[in-house]
Every structure is written in structure tokens, then in C-alpha cells.
């Protein structure tokens, strides 16, 4: 039986997330207090807080993406000293950092440094070109498409985001195209559309300002060769490419997150379990919503999971 390590990106994260880790797991408390270090300031004093304040930096990118990255190879972390390695991997946006950094092609503190700062040009990029995000529900790929073409403007676009799983589609682009957008998919045939609560339009063309920058940061990242496939957000398709790896990090920017096509070519490829590394559970549901309910999914982001699971 294979198994696929999933990696979740931003909008799992929470307060308090990884602190059991850090108190019953040396490998993990080593990572924070690493991640400290590297990032000049206290990550986990934030994290690990149940103030107000600290929630509410938690949710800003530039310590959101930061703080999934570390919680995820934390746990990575357990599970490798366990013996428990993946036969394939996957990371759903940022969490694509995580996978590498999980399967070897990128050492810990480089990733860590290429993930913050992803996260400060991500939310620079959401301040000079504000957008909006929102969740579009029980539409077809295709409908959906079209109805971003249909309503985008010179100026003023919007476009698929992140490809869920089948009727879970996210978009993203300029306020009022997303609005456009969300009125025509419900004419269309939507169930539901949502608002989210995001600082920018991710993954949408709006994110351009951030290109540049992050090149400059690949550029200079050491990639090497993962120890197994890793399915790519930007293609669906398993990688070991140092040299695709780059690139397809920074088309990332700019383009949709290919989700549910990811899963059902991983699960073509023989994988049969699907453990979700870090927070959270959205990754699960996701598995489940996209290749049915008898397909085996775990977590493994708390010291509870960890047990069940090893």
C-alpha cells in the first residue's frame, strides 16, 4: 500500500498549533527553536499564545506561512524518527514547501527563509493591488471558467484560484470582478458562493508584484532532488526535477493551485492512504470530497494524532 504525505497551506492554521509537539518531541521543539533563530524573532512565542494579539498576528501572511511551514516539519519531523516516510508527497500552496523541505529537496532553514519571505511579497503584492477570494460551490471546472472569462476586464480580472476538489472551486482577482464572478456562477448554477477572509488574490494575476522578488529568492535556494515524487500545484503532475521544482514555485504565484487534479493523479499512481502533515483537517476532507469516502485519510499534527496513527 502506497501513502501520501499532504501538507496544508494557508487558512488551516490556529492558535496554539504545535506546542504539544514542541513539549513531548525533541525533533520538534528543535525545529522551533531553530526557526526562532533563523527568523529573529519568536515564531513559536506567537504561535503557541491564546492572546488576542497574537492571533491576530498569526493570521497575517507574512507569520501565517512561516508558522504552517514549521508546524508541518515539526511533524514530519516525529513521523521520520518513527520510520514513517512517504511513498509520494503533495502541499496545497505553501504547504508545497513543506512537502519539499519534508522529502529532502529543500533543508530546513532555507525553506523556512523562502517561505517568509513568499509571505511579506504575497502581502506587499495584496496592499498595492487589493483583491478578494471567494468560494465558489457546486459548479463544474469548466462553467467556472468561462464565467471568469466572461466577466474579466482589462483591468479588472478574475480567475480560478484553487481547484479543490469537484464543485469546490476557489477564485480570485479584483473585488469587483469577484463579485461580478460570484453573481454570474449563481445565474450559472452555483449552490453557494463565499466571501473569504484573505489579505490578498492569491494565485491570481494580482499577485505579480511578488514575482520578481521571489525569483530573486529561488534563484539563490539550493533544490535538490526530493527522496520521492512530489506532485506539483502548478501541473498535477510528480516531479523530481530540481530544475522544475524552481520554476513551477514561482509560476505558483500567478497560478491556480491544481488541487483535486493532484489527488486523483496520486491516487492513480497507487496511493491508497493520504496522511495530512500539520494542522488541521481541511486536506482530509478535500481527499475525500475528490476520491470518495473509502479512501483512508489520517492526521499527524498533534501528539493525539501521532499515537493513533503510529
Known amino acids: 500500500m502506497k501513502t501520501a504525505f499532504l501538507f496544508p497551506g494557508q487558512g488551516s492554521q490556529k492558535p496554539g498549533m504545535g506546542a504539544d509537539l514542541f513539549e513531548y518531541f525533541p525533533s520538534a521543539r528543535g525545529l522551533f527553536e531553530e526557526a526562532n533563530e533563523v527568523l529573529g524573532f519568536s ?46 508527497a503533495a502541499g496545497h500552496s505553501l504547504g508545497e514547501y513543506s512537502a519539499l523541505a519534508a522529502c ?11 517561505v517568509r519571505r513568499r509571505g511579506e511579497l504575497m502581502a506587499q503584492a495584496g496592499e498595492i493591488r487589493p483583491g478578494a477570494m471567494a468560494a465558489v460551490l457546486g459548479l463544474d471546472d469548466d462553467v467556472l ?23 469546490q472551486i476557489v477564485i480570485s482577482g479584483d473585488r469587483d470582478a469577484v463579485e461580478r464572478a460570484g453573481q ?40 535538490n532532488a526530493p527522496r520521492c515524487p512530489v506532485y506539483l500545484n502548478v501541473t498535477a503532475n510528480a516531479t523530481s526535477d530540481p530544475v522544475e521544482i524552481r520554476q513551477r514555485l514561482l509560476d505558483q504565484l ?57
Open 43 to 88: 515564531l513559536s512565542d506567537i504561535v503557541f499564545s491564546d492572546g488576542d494579539d497574537a492571533a491576530e498576528q498569526l493570521k497575517q501572511t507574512e507569520i501565517t506561512q512561516p508558522a504552517l511551514y514549521v508546524h508541518s516539519l515539526a511533524a514530519m519531523s516525529v513521523l521520520a524518527g518513527k520510520g514513517f516516510l512517504p511513498d509520494m
Open 104 to 114: 529532502g529537496a529543500l533543508s530546513f532553514a532555507d525553506g523556512l527563509r523562502a
Open 145 to 167: 471558467d468561462k464565467v471568469c472569462a466572461d466577466v474579466s476586464e482589462k483591468d479588472d480580472v478574475v480567475v480560478p484560484a484553487n481547484y479543490n476538489s469537484p464543485g
Open 184 to 223: 454570474a456562477a449563481s445565474y450559472a448554477g452555483a449552490k453557494r458562493v463565499l466571501p473569504l477572509p484573505v489579505s490578498g488574490a492569491f494565485h491570481s494575476p494580482l499577485m505579480a508584484y511578488a514575482v520578481e522578488g521571489l525569483g530573486e529568492a529561488l534563484e539563490s535556494l539550493e533544490i
Open 254 to 310: 500567478t497560478s491556480p493551485v491544481r488541487w483535486a487534479q493532484s489527488l486523483e493523479k496520486i491516487h492513480a499512481d497507487g496511493a491508497s492512504r493520504f496522511i495530512e502533515v500539520g494542522t488541521g483537517n481541511v486536506l482530509s476532507g478535500l481527499v475525500k470530497r475528490t476520491l470518495g469516502r473509502d479512501v483512508e485519510t489520517a492526521q499527524a499534527g498533534t501528539t493525539e494524532e501521532m499515537e493513533n496513527l503510529l
